[in-house]
Nanobody, 126 residues
């Protein structure tokens, strides 16, 4: 059974930093694009960042560009999201996701994300 488990979310003050982790089990994701999404109460799930299987390319939402960094460690079957200069509007549940098609670079195609974690809450206080 494939599982993605996020961790690292917590309450932090504006301007602070957090590092989210996502560890996969049940399948090796070293050949698959992985991403982070977030969803605030009453809002739709939105794309945050994605990274190709080889880490050769990364993609970010405009709202987080320059503040967040996505990375991965294929040996650990894990993906990370370093979040700096956090703002209250970054408050959301953050989800890790993995695509089901190997060697894909279609980070923008939501339907390509086949596996999802349960989410981790990030709350940024002003």
């Amino acid at each position: 059974q494939v599982q993605l488990v996020e961790s690292g979310g917590r309450l932090v003050q504006a301007g602070g930093s957090l590092r989210l982790s996502c560890t996969a089990s049940g399948r090796t994701f070293s050949s698959y694009l992985m991403g982070w999404f977030r969803q605030a109460p009453g809002e739709e799930r939105e794309f945050v960042a994605a990274i190709t299987w080889s880490s050769s390319s990364t993609y970010y939402a405009d709202s987080v560009k320059g503040r967040f960094t996505i990375s991965r460690d294929n040996a650990k079957n894990a993906v990370y999201l370093q979040m700096n200069s956090l703002k209250p509007e970054d408050t959301s549940v953050y989800y890790c996701a993995a695509q089901g098609r190997p060697y894909s670079s279609m980070w923008y195609r939501l339907s390509e994300y086949e596996y999802w974690g349960q989410g981790t809450q990030v709350t940024v206080s002003s």
